[in-house]
């Protein structure tokens, strides 16, 4: 069975940094890209950005780009978003992204998502 468990979000002022983290199991999760979406209310789910499976030639979305920084630990089958700099702008639920498994597990996966709130 196929989980992506979320974990990290919460309440901090701008500024401030946060890490989330997506715990991966079910699937050889070091052989597939991953990614980080975001939903602000009122808003359309927004890709954050995108890893590859060995870690390297990340991509960002524009919005993020300098402040956010994806990577993984294939060896704990986690991924993570460390967050820095953060902004109103930057409040929503987060959610790690798991694509197309192949004929067997299929897919795409979502998490469940982890509030993140960024206010003074």
């Known amino acids: 069975q196929v989980q992506l468990v979320e974990s990290g979000g919460g309440l901090v002022q701008p500024g401030e940094s946060l890490r989330l983290s997506c715990a991966a199991s079910?699937?050889?999760?070091?052989?597939?890209?991953m990614r980080w979406y975001r939903q602000a209310p009122g808003k359309e789910r927004e890709l954050v950005g995108v890893?590859?499976?060995?870690?390297?030639?990340?991509t960002y979305a524009d919005s993020v780009k300098g402040r956010f920084t994806i990577y993984r630990d294939n060896a704990k089958n986690t991924m993570y978003l460390q967050m820095n700099s953060l902004k109103s702008e930057d409040t929503g639920v987060y959610y790690c992204?798991?694509?197309?498994?192949?004929?067997?597990?299929?897919?795409?996966?979502w998490g469940q998502g982890t509030q993140v709130t960024v206010s003074s």
């Open positions: 079910g699937f050889p999760f070091s052989n597939y890209p």
């Open positions: 890893i590859p499976s060995g870690g390297t030639d990340i």
């Open positions: 992204y798991a694509p197309f498994l192949g004929r067997l597990l299929r897919g795409p996966y």
